[in-house]
């Protein structure tokens, strides 16, 4: 069998602890199920920086580039608070999406039935939730020019970022969420603020154009981000996909977050276009959460958002669509069984640090 590649990069503080878990899930699937992956592992964001002064290296941004998929932790800390904005660990992270053109990341937030209890939201409102959210992530106030802070010479500095989208960004990005939602519940909500921002006046017109052009059959709604913001923790249970930019996405999606429990269980998938001969797609897959450096080093980080973006790889990059299912079971199966990390433990049941969640998932996954 053809090797599946695999490069990881763990990153910074919680990131490698997750990633320890995954590593194992890999292994024991290439030892016991001869699932044929290869893994290759790099540096990024603050260790990368401490090796070699950036925040990834060339020869390992080569690397993501000619991987199946990318498998990425979480970087940042304040080890690197006064490092150079250009070479900040977080920058690691944005050279990866803008240098593999991922344009699409996807971002479910699902409400397992073990943990609609424990949610700071009552039950009924996000028992059974299954949302996605389509954040464009190569664009936007992220990526515009100019970004810079100029030195106004009376005393006073002015900070510039610019939020620049073209039709083919908007078009594209659209285009995902609407196939998505044909999988899914056919809905979709486009969130911009064309109240205020011209290039949400043009997102809402591309995203309306796109639809009436090749998706009529697709619900669509249109809802400026801040309603957008308040509607999810009012009645998630509204949407299917939510479709947005790369400023509004980051904002909302960490919102979504809390619907699940934690931001401990947000996968994300951040996905290429496919290629014209071989079909196949750049791919990273990461935990919405960060480093979490007020909990890194002690265990207690949960996993699930890195063992759950590993079955968003199985499905998306290498069709293995039963077994992300069963992953993903498992991980249901284990919170039915009452384990739960400290970020979503609640009252009766029993409380587990990273490892001991991991070895359960894997076991739970080839049992
Ligand atoms: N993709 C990434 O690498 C990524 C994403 C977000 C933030 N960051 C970076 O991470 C650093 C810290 O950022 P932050 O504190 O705003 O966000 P964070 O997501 O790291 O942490 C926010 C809170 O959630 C908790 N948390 C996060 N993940 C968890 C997990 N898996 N299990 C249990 N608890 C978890 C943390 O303990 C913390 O209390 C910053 O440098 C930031 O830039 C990186
Ligand atoms: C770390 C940071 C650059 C990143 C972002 O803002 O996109 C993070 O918050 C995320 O949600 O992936
Ligand atoms: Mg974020």
Not at 21 to 42: P, Q, R, W, Y
Request: net charge negative; charged share 25%; aromatic share 6%.
């Amino acid at each position: 069998m053809a090797s599946k590649n695999l490069f990881l990069l763990a990153g910074d503080g919680i990131g490698p602890e997750a990633m320890a878990e995954v590593k194992k899930l890999i292994k024991a699937m290439n030892d016991k199920l001869g699932s044929g992956f290869a893994t290759d592992e790099g540096l990024v964001g603050g260790c990368a920086y401490d090796a070699h002064g950036a925040a990834i290296s060339d020869a390992d941004m080569a690397k993501a580039m000619a991987a199946d998929a990318v498998l990425f932790g979480a970087v940042g800390g304040p080890k690197w608070d006064a490092v150079p904005y250009e070479v900040r660990p977080e920058a690691g992270l944005l050279r990866l999406r803008k240098d593999m053109e991922l344009f699409a990341n996807l971002r479910p937030a699902i409400c397992y039935p073990a943990l609609a209890a424990s949610s700071s939201l009552k039950q009924e409102v996000v028992e059974g939730l299954d949302i996605l959210i389509v954040r464009e992530l190569t664009g936007g106030v992220y990526f515009g020019e100019p970004k810079q802070i100029i030195d106004l010479g009376n005393g006073q500095k002015r900070g510039i970022d610019t939020q620049v989208y073209d039709t083919f960004e908007i078009e594209r990005i659209s285009g995902v969420a609407f196939e998505l939602a044909r999988t899914r519940r056919n809905h979709v909500t486009s969130m911009e603020k064309r109240n205020v921002m011209k290039s949400g006046v043009l997102w809402n017109e591309v995203v309306t154009q796109t639809h009436k052009a090749k998706y009529s059959d697709v619900k669509l709604d249109h809802m400026l981000a801040d309603a957008g913001g308040m509607q999810l923790v009012r009645w998630p249970k509204q949407f299917d996909v939510i479709v947005t930019d790369n400023l509004f996405g980051d904002m909302l999606s960490d919102i979504a977050a809390m619907l699940t429990g934690s931001i401990g269980m947000l996968p994300s998938a951040s996905l290429g276009a496919p290629d014209a001969k071989t079909k196949k797609r750049k791919a990273l897959y990461e935990p919405v959460h960060g480093s979490a450096p007020d909990i890194a080093g002690k265990g207690i980080a949960n996993p699930i958002a890195m063992i759950a973006s590993f079955a968003m790889c199985l499905r998306y990059s290498f069709g293995m669509v039963a077994e992300a299912d069963k992953l993903e079971a498992a991980i249901a199966a284990v919170l039915d069984d009452g384990l739960r990390t400290k970020d979503i433990f609640s009252a009766g049941m029993k409380e587990v640090g990273t490892t001991e969640m991991g070895d359960a998932i894997i076991a739970k996954f080839l049992g």
